[in-house]
T-cell receptor
Framework: QKEVEQNSGPLSVPEGAIASLNCTYSDRVSQSFFWYRQYSGKSPELIMS??SNGDKEDGRFTAQLNKASQYVSLLIRDSQPSDSATYLCAVIKDSNYQLIWGAGTKLIIKP | EPEVTQTPSHQVTQMGQEVILRCVPISNHLYFYWYRQILGQKVEFLVS????????KSEIFDDQFSVERPDGSNFTLKIRSTKLEDSAMYFCASGQFTGMGSTDTQYFGPGTRLTVL
């Protein structure tokens, strides 16, 4: 079992709709969770972080964490074509602060 | 806003040659990382560096690779004898962590595209 799993997609969402991205992780000791966005040929860019159960909102983005079920999700409201990218889920689980990465979900927002 | 910088943005080299990729982390960060990403594939961890020594390295980071923090600002990745399969984007990242259960994380530089011919 992979440590961090994501559906590779592509996930196609109409412009203006809500995009929902999911991530599961295997290690219960995982502490902090992150969503990065990566445009093709560019470096990963942090868009959301969360470490407490529940929801965390930042503008059009909402991160949701459920440690009992070991999943973390990212909702993007009012999706825009510029949101088209690969979204990477990452987890920190130990004191080396090393990120464990999912393979990423490719999101396509259709005008 | 502080950011991680990397030079060069693109490096072309012949197989067997040595390359040095350079990174300037964010100034108050103490944790440094190198990743690579082969075209179309996922980001792969290479090495982490803290307190002037390697704290963790992956299987990819073999004897051909080395890292250095030669001064207070630079962090370098050296590949001694490049192979065709080393062609990839190389990302440097840095972080300042205050403890577990926080949302401290790593911030990435723009990357160096390495092409080995």
């Amino acid at each position: 079992q992979k440590e961090v799993e994501q559906n590779s997609g592509p996930l196609s969402v109409p412009e203006g709709a809500i995009a929902s991205l999911n991530c599961t992780y295997s290690d219960r000791v995982s502490q902090s969770f992150f969503w990065y966005r990566q445009y093709s040929g560019k470096s990963p860019e942090l868009i959301m972080s969360i470490y407490s159960n529940g929801d965390k909102e930042d503008g059009r983005f909402t991160a949701q964490l459920n440690k009992a079920s070991q999943y973390v999700s990212l909702l993007i409201r009012d999706s825009q074509p510029s949101d088209s990218a690969t979204y990477l889920c990452a987890v920190i689980k130990d004191s080396n602060y090393q990120l464990i990465w999912g393979a990423g979900t490719k999101l396509i927002i259709k005008p | 806003e502080p950011e991680v910088t990397q030079t060069p943005s693109h490096q072309v080299t012949q197989m067997g040659q040595e390359v040095i990729l350079r990174c300037v982390p964010i100034s108050n960060h103490l944790y440094f990382y190198w990743y690579r990403q082969i075209l179309g594939q996922k980001v792969e961890f290479l090495v982490s560096f803290y307190n002037n020594e390697i704290s963790e390295k992956s299987e990819i980071f073999d004897d051909q690779f080395s890292v250095e923090r030669p001064d207070g600002s630079n962090f370098t990745l050296k590949i001694r004898s490049t192979k065709l399969e080393d062609s990839a984007m190389y990302f440097c990242a840095s972080g300042q962590f205050t403890g577990m259960g926080s949302t401290d994380t790593q911030y990435f530089g723009p990357g160096t595209r390495l092409t080995v011919l």
